[in-house]
Nanobody
Framework: QVQLVESGGGLVQPGGSLRLSCVAS????????MAWFRQAPGKERELVAA???????NYADFVKGRFTISRDNAKNSVYLQMNNLKREETAVYYC?????????????WGRGTKVTVTK
């Protein structure tokens, strides 16, 4: 089964930028969509951004205009460029893929990369 590995998290000041990467151990070209979720301490996991196999993107309202999701099928990778980060965006960011299989839709999750936004 394909595995997803995130990287690029770390410590950043409010207003700063980070670029997260998600590398798959296999091809992502057949995935229906790739997405980034996040989970802050004490909160539920929430969708940040998604990109379909055709390149259509979807963003949560709270990141529109600041975050950009992209994918490079040749590198089996998905990226999340995050600009103007806010303190409340401190969270573990997870990469997710959704694909169609013989038994229906299935998802794969990475282990996450931690982003801490603080002075």
């Amino acid at each position: 089964q394909v595995q997803l590995v995130e990287s690029g998290g770390g410590l950043v000041q409010p207003g700063g930028s980070l670029r997260l990467s998600c590398v798959a151990s296999g091809s992502i070209s057949a995935a229906n969509s790739m997405a980034w979720f996040r989970q802050a301490p004490g909160k539920e996991r929430e969708l940040v951004a998604a990109i379909t196999s055709g390149g259509t993107t979807n963003y949560a309202d709270f990141v529109k205009g600041r975050f950009t999701i992209s994918r490079d099928n040749a590198k089996n990778s998905v990226y999340l460029q995050m600009n103007n980060l806010k303190r409340e965006e401190t969270a573990v960011y997870y990469c997710n893929s959704e694909s169609s299989g013989p038994h229906g839709l299935y998802e794969i999750w990475g282990r996450g990369t931690k982003v801490t936004v603080t002075k």
